[in-house]
């Protein structure tokens, strides 16, 4: 899948989904989903926030520094959950 993605701010990026992700759902960092993508998301303890839905996933890193870890993170996350067998 390709991902394009637009930096907000120093420590904010979006990543836009070209094609719908197989996700069913809004979920932030506040949620208590037991939905694998955001237990992983959340517990790498690198974002401040995230917001993830079908069409795009927000982030927004603990610090500046944090933010191009947090990114590559979520790429591969994603990556992952996408390509398993069964995803949600």
Do not use: H
Not at 32 to 42: E, G, I, Q, W
């Amino acid at each position: 899948m390709i991902i394009e993605e637009k930096n907000l701010s120093s420590t904010e990026k979006i990543l836009f989904f070209p094609t719908t992700a197989p996700i069913i759902g809004t979920f932030s960092i506040k949620d208590t989903s037991s939905f694998d993508l955001v237990k992983n998301l959340k517990q790498i303890n690198l974002a401040k926030d995230f917001i993830l839905t079908k069409d795009f996933l927000y982030i927004e890193a603990q610090s500046q520094e944090l933010l191009e870890d947090l990114y590559l993170i979520c790429l591969g996350e994603l990556d992952d959950y996408i390509s398993s067998p069964s995803p949600q």
